[in-house]
């Protein structure tokens, strides 16, 4: 059971343009989303998160939207440079059900920029 | 501030022997997670551990241990190892229970690789 779902295993595009990487969840209990970034053979970076009672949060060239009714998580990095060509990990966690502070990932989405 | 490390980064075992993987926490941190990375899955939830005691626990074989010390770092044992253990193993700290979002810092990895 795929609880977090990231349905683009890859996305290319133009430096300079904006990259948008989207995330789905099933679990309602969800309250606590993040995105990492992730390079081969090594640990995911955090990058930016968002709690639930938030619909928006960014930093930087980072922002991350959240749409509850929808289950539905996007994180848009703008603009996208060569150095943001890594793997997109998703990850959520139901931080006020004390036990379940675990983080459940999605499968990432392969970023590439095109420079 | 020093991040999350990670020992050793490469460990290389036979089939049926015995793993110990160490981490160190962000100072200042007390919750201690560990997931797996096997080739081709996802980050996959093991184990969970804060103020020293064990919080929740994966799906996985009870050949996967560990504990956390008074200082807070940890310790991943895996017993019995088999071939389908060879995986990249992370772990990540948080502020702990206490923290109102919770958001996990991971270490660098240790690539096990069973022969």
């Known amino acids: 059971d795929q609880q977090v779902k990231q349905n683009s295993p890859s996305l290319s595009v133009q430096e300079g343009r904006i990259s948008i990487l989207n995330c789905d969840y099933t679990n309602s209990m969800f309250d606590y989303f993040l995105w990492y970034k992730k390079y081969p053979a090594e640990g995911p970076t955090f990058l930016i998160s968002i709690s639930s009672i938030k619909d928006k949060n960014e930093d930087g060239r980072f922002t991350v939207f959240l749409n509850k009714s929808a289950k539905h998580l996007s994180l848009h990095i703008v603009p996208s440079q060569p150095g943001d060509s890594a793997v997109y990990f998703c990850a959520a966690s139901a931080h006020w059900d004390f036990g379940n502070e675990k983080l459940t990932f999605g499968t990432g989405t392969r970023l590439t920029i095109i420079p | 501030e020093a991040g999350v490390t990670q020992s050793p980064t490469h460990l290389i075992k036979t089939r049926g022997q015995q793993a110990t993987l160490r981490c160190s926490p962000i100072s200042g941190h007390t919750s201690v997670y560990w997931y797996q990375q096997a080739l081709g899955l996802g980050l996959q939830f093991l184990l969970w551990y804060d103020e020293g005691e064990e919080r929740n626990r994966g799906n996985f074989p009870p050949r996967f241990s560990g504990r956390q010390f008074p200082n807070y770092s940890s310790e991943l044992n895996v017993n019995a190892l088999e071939l389908e253990d060879s995986a990249l193993y992370l772990c990540?700290?948080?502020?702990?229970?206490?923290?109102?979002?919770?958001?996990?810092?991971f270490g660098p990895g240790t690539r096990l690789t069973v022969l």
């Open positions: 990540a700290s948080s502020l702990g229970t206490g923290d109102l979002e919770g958001t996990q810092y």
